[in-house]
């Protein structure tokens, strides 16, 4: 076997095995090789599709417990969610509200690959403020409000991910929940008693009687108020209390991605919302996004319970900022 070839086959068979499968891996520069996760190409968020879903949710009218229009817009809610391939489920309920009145709520729950284990849990409200308590004219504060930012954007957010979802499954399975009467607080125009409790009805209701024994996913992401024109999202202070490494997770994706001029990287204000209850009562470790503006006196937009909540204030590049950053974290995580 062994002949005067042997030597320079010997080499052959060294340089072919050191050389080959390896050409992909090996840096196009000279830099050294850095140990970093490989780059994945993200879905695309769709904003028209996701501006869509929010004015869908529009022109059902105010969607406020106990109305029709309320109604109607669960039934779409539910049925588009199941379209767009999830497991729906409904939690019906009654909730009292600040002034008694008893309040039938549908806490909409939308499912992805629900046989996983690992799991993801994002959320917004639905239902939209049955006054304009900050309305200027003060001759229209009892009327209900549109609500196009504050609950349409955050589920039209979601809708669209739910949209994505469907044809890109990722490694976790991830839970859509639409959270009822997060809205129906304490009036501010009426001189009624601060009463931190009478808002986020559903997420409360929800985090009592959660929709599966031992439900535990590793984190909740909340979305309220995420599609005003320039809007600006500050790190929220109860969602660094409870789950600083999901603020630096979101936060972190959406400067890679090139949004960093909406998501500031500074502590913003202290909200009650859904993200609070779900942290104290359920014990899911959460954040909210949620538009804090530093110029404003309530510190969210100059809009917030008023008449002017109405689809001029969207802006499809904000619900692309969130949505596309969104994607990123789901894709990522593993
Ligand atoms: C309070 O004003 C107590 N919380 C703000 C949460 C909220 C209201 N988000 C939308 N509407
Ligand atoms: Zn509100």
New binding site residues.
Partial sequence: MLNKYTPFLLIVILVTLFSCGDDQSKPTSQQPVKKTRPEIKLPEFNADSAYQYVQDQVDFGPRVPNTAEHAACATYLGEKMKELGATVLVQKAKVEAYDGTILNIKNIIASYQPEKNNRIMLFAHWDS?PFADHCEDVTRRDQPILGAN?GASGIGVLMEIGRILKDHPIKMGVDIIFFDA??Y?TPDHKDLPYA?DT?CLGSQYWSHNMHVLGYYPRYGILL??VGAKGATFYKEQVSLKYAPDVVQKVWGMASKLGYSSYFVSQQGGQ???DHLYVNQIAHIPSIDIIQHDPTTFSNFGMYWHTHNDNMDVIDRNTLKAVGQTLIGVLVYEE
């Fill in positions: 403020r504050d997060e809205d607080g931190p808002w309220d108020m909200v009650i919302d």
